[in-house]
Structures are given as structure tokens and as C-alpha cells.
């Protein structure tokens, strides 16, 4: 009923009645059917009958499924206190599955989640899901006013009432990848407006980070990275799934963080006054300084899902094996996995390491899980294709079915990769520092940081905290020494320098690639969709003709997110042409990116990094 | 028929008008009808005489917490709370269940006493830094002046918590180096002229009921601060009975107008909670609400001409035309203005025959949330009675326990959510009762239920012992304090809520040892909003500064009413206290322009009390 009055204010008051034309009514009608489209309709017996059917798919997939008791409780104690929005990492279906599971398990209430539009053509799902508490949106309503009226006001009154806790995914969908991927603000903005116009004293954002030993989706992320097209979820596709029933998936692990204040969150940030001059009913663009602490707000808490994921000491393997493509002898894996877990342990990455088990009994017991992957002969183990048996018609499909393997090895390593990744930066611009000195190092490593800022989750404006970071982690591991001006690698430090700069090589060579091929390419008239099969096509001659040995260079979000560093750079740029997005191109500002990047890559040869940044001063 | 009665009905209004002048109590039945029965009764044998307050204050009234010396709570041998005095109609009564309601809401108790200092000690009072020639001056013109160490403590503070509180320790900071009483508006004018000519500064004082530290004298002020005590300037100048004006001296105080006018027949209607003792030129300088604004408005809906002597000279409208376009209305300078520009001398009031029929009445919701729904749509049909106020549940309890008034028994009602509303009616006997069962089918609608005249009466009662109760809880190491701000209606219940919320966090966050009382009330309603009031006390046992934590409490508090939505003062002014937020609240434009005109009418600062700029 309160619901209803908000929907009048909606149909009232937002501009879109008034910009299309249309009466009221009109829009009234149209309101109310996208909201049958987007609500929820919980239903206790559909809930148990999903819990049945889940506890028994759970219990055939998973070997155990690890939960933080302490955070549940926690939990507990948030949901008396203040509305709740769950935000819990996003790396597969099973996901918010598991997360309604736990809940109900725990007598906690069911969430009230916003998922994606994909769910809804899954016929039969959809409803059930719907049944279950999720609600629907469309993956992208950009333009549509109304749309966004209608979903924030639904989502606002489900808060205010404090009728269930909300969940959404931050992250926006599923990553792919298994690293983090770049929050999005918009549904963050929904959650705390609430909270900013005075109708709530607090909302609780608990953060909840899900992590997999292995993970179901696993090759077919890797081959929609590689752009063999994702099939449209449908019911069909998950009864085929079935077969994934039959395999074992280790264990699951859920994380609940400590309850993120709101109020907390933005003392000192937000003027809350500043919404005290518009009825609260109207929607408000967030302003400049919202945006901003919403922004950094959104970082932060992946930051914490980041820091609570557990970690496998497959992850260590992966890592160590994609620095080895032709592979390693178990003894030497099993002595570099041991310093790497101790490094990462320095570093304060969460992993579970099982206890009072041998070094290589626990190595054994991974590879074992993670067989299709590898190759093990005599005592030799390798990333390898194993059931590819067929004869492989082509070189082209060879180099796809190794790029397969690489990239869904790539996915274990990346869950570790934001324990290494300041220290690798500042390795990386060590590096290619022209000299010691503090100024110079920090500002490769801002260079660095900033070129990647859209591959990894680095907070915005944070850069020196970040570099003093980096600074702390490898002179308290004896890596280095930091004087006052200086920054000295410390005798023994070469091999964790060496291993930390080949932790980035994959994206180093990545984006040179992208930068390579937008240098040469000549296409004036290069439109948006193009981009990412031509990259491909690139890279893969290139793999072909021998010259580049990275295979992580094929993944599609690499080249997304190049793309997207390049046009944040401004070496790029979208320019629109009727009803097409053509890329135009500043082949000199590209090439002395490249050139910067080639010279933080060991392998590459070196270039002047005062002259290259020079050019690239001139050229943007 | 009809001529006869009309010229009767004047020759009537004619002995009135005679019977006024010669200062008797006109025969007149309506007469006792005012609204004084809560209040306390004149000290003075002779009701209708115009005496005004003593320049001596210190002999009627207390030097270190509120009111009159007579009157005061106590916790008897038998431990009963009891109310001295013969003031009040509360006076001689025993309140049995007030100690359980103070102890269990504080976690006080009777045996943990935080006595005051008894009396003042004059060695803490510094000697006065006085500009001679000034005095001299003074003195030729014939005014009365005094030095005395009581007489300038007692024109020092006014009654925020920090200013009652260091004045129980017997903590005395600034005070004025002098105090001078004028008896006219001409005196004023010779003030202040002598004050610009030997450059001294100048505080006007009128009831001493601030709660904003408007009185407290800036410790940075070097030159010799003078008390400009309005309390001479009493009389009723003269009263219009054909356009119901009344021009009165602004240093006349709420009670002594009220009750001088009803004899006339007439009243202004006027009555901010501290009528007691505020004075007409305090209401004029700090925009002053009174509880029947519904009918009779607030004071700058009152005013008709206002004349106030300022440093360049008088100032004042030229008519008393009740309404002008003749550029942005000079007054809103005056109103608000608090004794930063200049002293208020005379007023031009509106005035209006006494009511035939008065009535009190109460209703009581299931929560808070069903009583400001009411209160809206009361106030959606412009029908709200002269006075209608909303208290929560936890005001309902402390009135519960101080009172005895069990509301009999509302077994519907959750008695840890349901509220009092309280009603005042006015106006001839057969519409108020007409508007009266409109207001209660309104209420009904709301899940209201009447609960009778007595509770009404009872609860406008509370407002003018609750300031006495603060000093009770100040015996027992209780602090406490109310604030109010003005907040659109859809945000009523959050900014209640929120607030509330907030004072209890900030309390445990402070190391406040026992859960603090945190209350609100909705006391006025407007076409566009509500004036909501917020009362604050916790137990200080165990704290180091306790005026320091309340302080910091409080600031937290005004910041979420700012955030929410409210403004930074409704009635209550800005004066030293919230002046921080001014700039944020009307613009740097707005401050710059009332800066300006400080800066034109008194270049020299002679009214240095730095209040609100």
C-alpha cells in the first residue's frame, strides 16, 4: 500500500510523463506493468521446495561448504539493529543460490536479491527464483527513465520498511576473470539514498565474500573470454548442466564481513542537508561529491570482499604454473609453492592452507582436483589440454584449446593477485625506473597504477597509501630498503622481485598487444564491436608466428579493459557516427604508452622512460 | 431593538474603557477566563497594579536555576517529591510517583546528591571595569545604576544548561561592569548616545530567559560592558478599541501584559512557554512563538510598529497601517535581531477581546506515528485548535509517573507506544464545541480516543514546572536541556526518530553511564510543517566534564536536525550558541546582508553582545 502512494509520486513527478507526451495514465499503466515484470513474489513453500532441491545438489557438488559462524552472528545482530544489504561477490550461478540456502539454514530472512534479466527467460527458473525472493532487472535500461523510477522506489520501499535485506551483486555480473571487477554505484546509490534523505537512521552493508575451490563455470568463462559466444541461459541449458552434478567441485567457502555502517561510512563525506531542498520523493542524480564518495565507497567494499576471500593452495600452483609453461618437476613445485605461501601469508593474503599435512601431499591433493587442467608425467607437471584426444585440424584450434586451459588456470591465479599486486607494481616500476629514487619510482608505479586502474581494484586516490604499502610489504619481507630518497633492492631480494614483476608480465604483454595493434592498424573507420575480434585476430597471428608466447592476451576482458585504460588516457577516443561508435585513434600517444609499457616489461628492450613519457605529454 | 442594544453595547464598552483607567477589576465574569491557571500567581497584593519586576531580581527569584525562589521541587524526608511555594497550583502537593519515575528513567537515586553552591560568593565576582565618565554621565541624566556583584551576576546568564550548571558550582565568569535601569523610551535614547560617545558596550536585558548564551558577555570584549536592564520600561502605554492596537513599553514581561490587558477585557493571546518571565521586547528581538499562534500568530504576526533605539537613532514605521509595500518590511531587521542593533522601547500590539470559552482537551493515539498523521491533517483542514501539541511516548510516561494521570485503561493500546496529544480551544462556547468534535472525528480517524479535559489541562501544566524539575535533576547529578527547530511535515517522524536515535548513540559513545531520556514533541502546527521539540537529560555519574559531554550531545544533535531537514532554530534564536551553523543555513549572501546592516546602524559595535553574526 505504501508502495502505491510512492508509485503516484513516481508517475506524478518524474519528468518522463512530461517528456514523452503521454497522460498519466498512460504512464501509470506502464509503471505498473514493468513493475510486474521486476517484483518479487516470496513464497515460503516454493522456498523450501528450493531448499530441498538445493540441499541435495549442494551436497553432490561440494565436498563442504565453509561458512564464518562469527559472521553469521554478526549478521544476526545487524538485522535487529538496521535494514541489511547483503553485497556479496560474484563469481558464478551458485552464488546468490547459496546465499538465500545459508540464510534460511541460519533463520536468518530470506534476502530480497536484484538479479539480472537473463534469469527471467529461463522459464520454469525464473519464476521459481522469483518465488524465492530475487527480483528482476534489465541488464541495461540506461535511457529508460521510468524504469529506473520505478526500480529505485521498489527497492527504497522494500528498505524503508525493513522488510527483508536487500542483495546485489556490486560487482554487477559475474567476473569472468575471477578478479574483481570494477563496481558499479548506481544500485550503491539506491541502497544509501535512504539513508541521505533522513528516512533511515543507518543501513548495514555487509560485505560476503564467496570463493570456490573449483568453479562450475569454469572452461565456460574461459571460452566466452575467448569469443565463443555464451549461450542464452535457458532451462535446457541447465538441465544439460546436469552433468555437472556428477563431478567434484572441492569446497565452497562464504565469508561474512564485519556490517559496513552507512552512516559511518559517510560521516564527514556527505551533506546530507544538501537533499533537504526537494520533496524526498523526487528522484535525485547524485551529486558531484556523492558520486565521488559513492564511488570510492563501492571500492572500498570490494576491497574488503577481496581481502575475506579464502584462498586454495591450488591458487599458489596456478600461479607458480602459468610462470612455467613448459612445466615444473613436482620437487621444485613443492619447494616454490612453500615460499610462496609464505610470502603470501607476509603479505596478509587468507588462505587455507590445511594443517599437519606434508607440503606435497597437499600439492597432490589439488592437482588431483584440478586433473583436467594438467599433464603429470614422470615426476612433470604441465598446463596441458587433456581431453582434446582429436586430432587437431588446425593450428588456429590448437592454440584455442591451450588458450582455454591457460585462461581457466588464469582464473585461480587471479583470485591471489590483489595480495600481490601492490608489491608486483612496485616491482614492475623498479624496474623501469631510471634511477632509485624515490620520485622516480613512485612515479612509474603511479604510471603503472594508473594504466591499470581499470583492470584491477585499485581505490581511486589512493595511490601514494598504495605505494607506501607496497613500500612496507617488501621491506618488512627484506626485500628492500627505503631511505629517505631512495628505495634499494636488498641482496636477496632479486627473486621475489622477479616473481612479483612476472605476476603482471601477462598484462604487460596484454596490453601492449592492444597497443600494438591499434598503432597498426589502419582501418579509419574501426567501429566498437570490431575492436575485440580484430584484437583476437591479432594476437592470434602473433602467437602463431611465434612472437608472442602469451596466451592471456586472447582474453576479451583484457582487451576491454585496454580499451577502456586507453580511452580513459584519451589515446582513444569513441567518436559517434550515425547510429555507429567508431574508435579514433592518437597512434602517437598509443605508441608512447606502448613504449612506456615495453620498457616495464623485462623482456622487452629498453627505451628511454623519460622521452617516452615526454611524448606522451606532447601527444595527449 | 437593534439601535438599543447597540448603543448599549457601547455605553458598555464605554464604562470599560473607564473602569480600565481607573485600574479596577472590571465586573466582568469573562474576565477570569485567561489562561492563567497553570501559570503561577502574582506575587504583588494588588493583582491589577502595573508594578513591575523588582530591579533587585534576586529577591523574588532564584540567582542560580530557574524562577521563583519559593518555588522549587524537593524530595521530602519520606523521600516523596513534593512542589513548594503557593505560586503554582502544583504548590503543596506531594508527587508519590515521581522518584520512581526519576529513578528508573535515570538510574538516579536519592542518596547520590549533587547539591549547588547555597549562595553566591561575591570574592568570585571580579570588580567591575568601569568607565567612569560613562557613569558619571549616567548618573547627571538621573538614571539608576548599580555596581553591586548580585545585581551584574544575575544579568550575566541566561538559562542554558551550561550557564545554570557553572553558576551551581559557584563558577562566575564575564559578567557586566554595570547595570542601568531606564524608565522610558527617552532614557534609552540618553544610553545609548552616552554609551556611542564613551565607547562602551552595551547588553540589553529584558526577562533573562534566554537559552541561546545571548546573555553570556563575550570574553573578548575589552571595553566596560553595561546591562541595559528593560524591566522599568513596563507600562501600557494606551489601548485602541477601534482597531484593537495596545502600545506597550517593551520591557513589560508576558504575564503582567497578559493580565493588565485581560482587565481591559482584552489580551493579546501571546504565550511562549516562559511568559512567566520573558519580556515583550525579548519576544520582539529573538521572533518568539507563543502556543496559541493558531489563533492570535506569532509575534511578527502580532506586531504593528515596533520603535527601537539604535546607535544612528530611532528607528520606526511612520503609520500603523497593517500592512505596507514600501521595499523589503524594516521590521524583520528589528525581529530576530537579538540586541545586536539596538534596544526595542515600544511596541504596538495587536489585541483581542478575551475569549468567551475556553477548553482543554486531550486525545491519545496507539503511536506516535497515528498522532503526527492526525496533527497533519488537522492541520491539511486549517483546523487546528488555538493550541495542539503531540508528546511521545516517553513524554507520555514522565507525565504519567510525575502526574499520577493514569489515562484510564486503554487496553488496545500498547502503553510502550501510545502519545498524548493536548488541546486548547477558544472562542465562543458553540464553535468551540463545534470544532472540537471536528477535531475529534479527525482524530478518531486516526485511531485517537479522547481522553478528557483534566489530562489536556494537566499536560499544559507540565510546561511550566519542567524547567523547575531540571533544577530537581541537577540535585542528583541529572542534566538535561530541551531544543527545537521547525521541519516540513513528511519529515516529522524521521527527524524525530533520527535525532532521538542519534542522542542515545552519542550518549553511549560519550561514556554517558545509564541509557539518556530522549523525548520529542510536535508543538506547533503550520499549513507547511511542525515545530518539533526535543527534551535531553542523562545521569552524569561517572563523568569528568559532564557539561562538556552534554554540549558535545547537543551539537550532534542540531547537526542531525540539520541534516534532516530542520531548521536551526524555530523560536529559540541563534545568539552565541548555534552560531556556527548561521552561514549554512541562510547563505553566505544572507549573512553578508544582515552584516551590512550591523555594520551601518552600529559601526562601533556598541551592542557588542555578538550574538548571532
Request: hydrophobic share 40%; charged share 20%; net charge negative.
Amino acid at each position: 500500500i505504501c508502495f502505491e502512494n510512492s508509485m503516484q509520486n513516481i508517475v506524478h513527478n518524474s519528468d518522463v510523463s512530461s517528456e514523452s507526451g503521454d497522460s498519466t495514465e498512460c504512464v501509470a499503466e506502464e509503471a505498473s506493468l514493468i513493475l510486474d515484470e521486476m517484483a518479487h513474489r516470496l513464497q515460503l513453500s516454493t522456498v523450501r521446495f528450493f531448499v530441498f532441491t538445493l540441499s541435495k545438489a549442494f551436497k553432490r557438488l561440494f565436498r563442504s561448504v565453509c561458512v564464518n559462524e562469527e559472521g553469521i552472528q554478526r549478521l544476526q545482530q545487524a538485522v535487529q539493529e538496521h535494514p541489511v544489504v547483503l553485497l556479496p561477490s560474484h563469481r558464478s550461478y551458485m552464488d546468490f543460490l547459496m546465499m538465500s540456502y545459508l540464510l534460511y539454514m541460519y533463520d536468518l530472512p530470506l534476502p530480497v536479491i536484484a538479479a539480472g534479466m537473463d534469469f527471467m527467460s529461463m522459464k520454469f527458473v525464473g519464476e521459481m527464483l522469483r518465488m524465492s525472493g530475487a527480483f528482476f532487472i534489465r541488464r541495461s535500461f540506461g535511457g529508460d527513465k521510468l524504469y529506473w523510477a520505478v526500480f529505485s522506489e521498489y527497492v527504497k520501499t522494500m528498505l524503508r520498511n525493513g522488510y527483508a535485506p536487500i542483495e546485489f551483486f556490486l560487482e554487477g555480473t559475474r567476473s569472468r576473470t575471477c578478479k574483481s571487477l570494477t563496481p558499479k554505484t548506481g544500485l550503491l546509490n539506491i541502497v544509501m539514498e535512504p539513508f541521505f534523505k533522513g528516512e533511515l537512521f543507518d543501513v548495514n552493508l555487509v560485505p560476503v565474500s564467496i570463493s570456490y575451490e573449483r568453479i562450475l563455470e569454469e572452461s565456460l568463462y574461459a571460452r566466452e573470454l575467448l569469443g565463443i559466444p555464451k549461450p542464452k541461459e535457458s532451462t535446457s541449458g541447465l538441465l544439460k548442466a546436469r552433468r555437472v552434478l556428477s563431478e567434484d567441485y572441492g569446497s565452497m567457502y562464504v565469508y561474512f564481513g564485519h556490517p559496513v555502517s552507512v552512516r559511518s561510512l559517510t560521516e564527514g563525506k556527505i551533506t546530507r542537508s544538501q537533499y533537504n531542498l526537494l520533496p524526498r520523493c523526487i528522484p535525485q542524480k547524485p551529486s558531484a561529491d556523492t558520486h565521488e564518495f559513492l564511488n570510492d565507497a563501492a571500492f572500498r567494499l570490494v576491497r574488503i570482499q577481496e581481502e575475506n576471500m579464502v584462498l586454495k593452495p591450488w591458487v599458489l600452483i596456478a600461479t607458480l604454473l602459468l610462470q612455467n609453461p613448459d612445466g615444473m618437476d613436482l620437487s621444485s613445485l613443492a619447494e616454490q609453492t612453500d615460499w610462496l605461501r609464505h610470502l603470501a601469508l607476509a603479505f596478509g593474503a587468507y588462505l587455507d592452507w590445511p594443517d599437519h599435512e606434508a607440503c606435497s601431499e597437499v600439492i597432490s591433493c589439488s592437482l588431483a582436483l584440478h586433473r583436467h587442467l594438467l599433464s603429470v608425467s614422470a615426476g612433470h607437471v604441465q598446463l596441458s589440454v587433456t581431453d582434446a584426444p582429436q586430432v587437431e585440424s588446425t593450428p588456429e584450434e590448437a592454440v584455442f584449446h591451450q588458450a582455454v586451459v591457460v585462461l581457466s588456470c588464469a582464473s585461480y591465479r587471479n583470485q591471489i593477485l590483489h595480495v600481490f599486486l601492490r608489491p608486483a607494481l612496485l616491482a614492475v616500476a623498479m624496474q623501469s625506473a631510471n634511477s632509485n629514487r624515490k620520485d622516480d619510482v613512485y612515479n612509474c608505479f603511479n604510471f603503472l597504477r594508473n594504466m591499470f586502474s581499470n583492470e584491477f581494484i585499485l581505490c581511486p586516490g589512493d595511490s601514494v597509501q598504495d605505494f607506501e604499502e607496497a613500500c612496507y610489504l617488501l621491506m618488512k619481507r627484506g626485500v628492500l630498503q627505503v631511505l629517505e630518497h631512495e628505495i634499494v633492492m636488498s641482496a636477496s631480494g632479486h627473486s621475489t622481485l622477479a616473481f612479483l614483476s612476472s605476476v603482471l608480465d601477462p598484462f604487460l604483454q596484454g596490453y601492449q598487444v592492444v597497443s600494438r595493434y591499434l598503432c597498426e592498424e589502419t582501418n579509419e573507420n574501426l567501429t566498437e564491436k570490431e575492436f575485440i575480434p580484430a584484437v583476437r585476430n591479432f594476437a592470434l597471428k602473433l602467437i602463431l608466428a611465434g612472437r608472442l608466447k602469451c596466451y592471456e592476451a586472447l582474453s576479451s576482458d583484457l582487451q576491454k579493459n585496454a580499451l577502456a585504460a586507453f580511452l580513459r588516457l584519451k589515446a582513444v577516443r569513441k567518436v559517434k557516427v550515425g547510429d555507429q561508435v567508431t574508435l579514433k585513434v592518437n597512434k602517437i600517444a598509443v605508441n608512447s604508452l606502448e613504449d612506456t609499457l615495453g620498457k616495464s616489461d623485462v623482456t622487452s628492450h629498453q627505451n628511454s622512460w623519460c622521452s617516452s613519457m615526454a611524448m606522451f605529454e606532447i601527444a595527449i | 431593538l437593534m439601535a438599543s442594544s447597540s448603543s448599549s453595547s457601547s455605553a458598555q464598552q464605554r464604562l470599560r474603557i473607564i473602569a480600565g483607567h481607573l485600574q479596577k477589576r472590571p465586573e466582568d465574569e469573562n474576565a477570569s477566563v485567561a489562561a492563567q491557571e497553570c501559570k503561577a500567581e502574582a506575587p504583588r497584593s494588588e493583582p491589577s497594579s502595573a508594578t513591575p519586576v523588582p530591579r533587585r531580581r534576586q529577591e523574588i527569584m532564584k540567582w542560580n536555576g530557574w524562577g521563583y525562589s519559593d518555588s522549587r521541587f524537593l524530595f521530602n524526608k519520606k523521600g516523596q517529591a513534593e512542589f513548594t511555594g503557593k505560586r503554582y497550583r502544583l504548590s503543596g502537593l506531594i508527587l508519590p510517583s515521581l522518584k520512581d519515575w526519576f529513578e528508573g528513567t535515570f538510574g538516579a537515586n536519592l542518596q547520590h546528591r549533587s547539591p549547588a553552591t547555597p549562595s553566591l560568593n561575591l570574592s568570585a565576582v571580579a570588580p567591575p571595569n568601569l568607565n567612569q565618565p560613562f557613569v558619571e554621565d549616567l548618573k547627571a541624566a538621573g538614571l539608576t545604576v548599580s555596581h553591586d556583584p548580585e545585581d551584574r551576576v544575575f544579568r550575566a546568564h541566561g538559562h542554558c544548561l551550561h550557564e545554570v550548571f557553572a553558576l551551581r558550582e559557584g563558577r562566575i565568569g564575564r559578567v557586566p561592569d554595570t547595570v542601568v535601569w531606564p524608565s522610558c523610551h527617552s532614557d534609552v535614547e540618553k544610553i545609548v548616545e552616552l554609551a556611542c560617545e564613551h565607547n562602551v558596550c552595551l547588553i540589553p536585558y529584558g526577562g533573562g530567559t534566554s537559552v541561546s548564551s545571548a546573555l553570556e558577555c563575550p570574553r573578548e570584549e575589552s571595553r566596560s560592558i553595561v546591562s541595559l536592564d528593560t524591566s522599568q520600561m513596563s507600562r501600557i502605554l494606551w489601548i485602541d478599541e477601534k482597531n484593537l492596537t495596545a502600545h506597550v513599553e517593551a520591557g513589560i514581561i508576558g504575564q503582567d501584559l497578559e493580565r493588565q490587558l485581560n482587565e481591559r477585557g482584552f489580551c493579546t493571546g501571546h504565550e511562549p512557554d516562559s511568559m512567566e518571565f520573558s519580556s515583550l521586547g525579548g519576544w520582539v528581538a529573538t521572533r518568539a512563538s507563543g502556543m496559541k499562534k493558531n489563533i492570535y500568530g506569532n509575534i511578527e504576526d502580532l506586531v504593528v510598529h515596533i520603535k527601537m533605539v539604535t546607535p544612528r537613532g530611532v528607528i520606526e514605521k511612520s503609520c500603523l497601517g497593517p500592512r505596507m509595500s514600501t521595499g523589503p518590511d524594516i521590521h524583520h531587521f528589528i525581529l530576530g535581531s537579538e540586541g545586536t542593533l539596538g534596544v526595542v522601547t515600544e511596541v504596538t500590539l495587536k489585541i483581542r477581546p478575551i475569549p468567551e470559552y475556553q477548553k482543554y482537551g486531550s486525545v491519545v493515539f496507539p503511536n506516535f506515528q497515528q498522532g503526527v498523521a492526525c496533527l497533519r491533517e488537522v492541520a491539511r483542514q486549517r483546523c487546528a485548535p488555538a493550541s495542539i501539541r503531540l508528546m511521545d511516548n516517553e513524554q507520555f510516561q514522565f507525565g504519567e509517573f510525575c502526574f499520577f494521570l493514569i489515562l484510564l485503561s486503554f487496553f488496545c493500546f500498547d502503553p510502550q507506544h501510545l502519545c498524548v496529544a493536548t488541546l486548547l480551544f477558544e472562542g465562543d462556547r458553540g464553535k468551540v464545541l463545534q470544532h472540537e468534535k471536528q477535531v475529534y472525528d479527525i482524530a478518531a480517524k486516526f485511531g485517537g480516543l479522547a481522553a478528557g479535559e483534566d489530562n489536556g489541562q494537566r499536560g499544559y501544566m507540565l510546561t511550566f514546572v519542567i524547567a523547575y524539575l531540571r533544577d530537581l535533576g541537577m540535585d542528583y547529578y541529572v542534566i538535561g536541556e530541551s531544543f527545537e527547530t521547525s521541519v516540513p511535515w513528511d519529515r516529522v517522524l524521521d527527524l524525530c526518530r533520527n535525532v532521538k536515535e542519534r542522542i542515545v548513540r552519542e550518549c553511549k559513545e560519550r561514556g554517558v553511564q545509564f541509557p539518556p531520556l530522549s523525548t520529542s514533541r510536535v508543538t506547533q502546527t503550520y499549513d507547511a510543517g511542525a515545530c518539533v521539540y526535543f527534551y535531553f537529560a542523562f545521569n552524569y555519574r561517572g563523568l569528568s566534564d559532564p557539561v562538556h559531554v552534554y554540549e558535545q550531545v547537543e551539537h550532534a544533535a542540531r547537526e542531525e536536525i540539520l541534516a534532516n531537514g530542520g531548521s536551526l532554530s524555530h523560536h529559540h534564536g541563534v545568539g552565541k550558541l548555534r552560531k556556527e551553523w548561521m552561514k549554512e543555513s541562510v547563505s553566505g549572501v544572507g549573512l553578508g546582508m544582515l552584516k551590512s546592516v550591523k555594520e551601518y546602524v552600529d559601526p562601533q559595535n556598541i551592542f557588542g553582545n555578538r550574538n548571532l553574526l
